[in-house]
């Protein structure tokens, strides 16, 4: 285990993304996955090879799977129902804490790892590849998110630090000031 307890989704947050649809959320997070494959390239290098695995993500404390194809022209993410397993090469499951802690540095992906907050099933060296990959990159997903989402970044940047402080999840990068440019 992490030196204290990670926190779960909120259970409200958890049943408020039961019922949103599969396709408007696959939609959203492969243009989230596009833009930061663009503006991180660097991702697929350190990949090498194993950006053409498919990665599923199981956060348990979610609805819905996730599905991260890397590699190609037209990397993806794809959520999928709990109901059937999706066809996968490696298999990382964990709470969204967990996950979200390691992208965006406030927890170390080998800590997680070692300790099974983090679970790998299949090809290990590629799980291996993504949290280097993914160290490497520095990555802040809010931010990348409020490029996308550009009119709404104003309000996103209000709701987050209250979002963390209820979540107790890392929702930015924590090692970068407020503000800073990527």
């Known amino acids: 285990m992490t030196e204290k307890p990670l926190p779960h989704l909120p259970r409200i947050l958890a049943l408020a993304a039961k019922p949103l649809p599969l396709t408007p959320l696959t939609v959203m997070l492969t243009l989230l996955t596009r833009q930061l494959?663009?503006?991180?390239?660097?991702?697929?290098?350190?990949?090498?090879?194993h950006a053409q695995?498919?990665?599923l993500l199981d956060l348990t404390d979610m609805p819905f799977l996730l599905v991260l194809e890397p590699g190609g022209a037209r990397p993806r993410v794809t959520a999928h129902s709990r109901r059937r397993l999706p066809r996968h090469d490696v298999?990382?499951?964990?709470?969204?804490a967990a996950f979200l802690g390691m992208v965006?540095?406030?927890?170390?992906?080998?800590?997680l790892f070692f300790s099974r907050d983090l679970v790998v099933e299949g090809d290990t060296?590629?799980?291996?590849?993504?949290?280097?990959a993914i160290d490497d990159a520095e990555l802040d997903?809010?931010?990348?998110?409020?490029?996308?989402?550009?009119?709404l970044a104003p309000l996103l940047a209000h709701l987050l630090p209250a979002t963390e402080r209820i979540t107790g999840l890392a929702?930015?990068?924590m090692d970068r000031p407020e503000g800073a440019a990527l």
């Open 37 to 49: 494959m663009q503006r991180h390239p660097g991702l697929q290098r350190r990949l090498g090879d």
């Open 141 to 151: 997903l809010s931010a990348e998110l409020a490029i996308i989402a550009k009119p």
């Open 104 to 111: 965006h540095g406030s927890l170390d992906g080998d800590a």
């Open 171 to 173: 929702l930015h990068r």
């Open 125 to 132: 060296g590629a799980a291996v590849a993504l949290r280097n």
């Open 91 to 96: 298999r990382i499951t964990g709470l969204t």
């Open 53 to 55: 695995r498919r990665f």
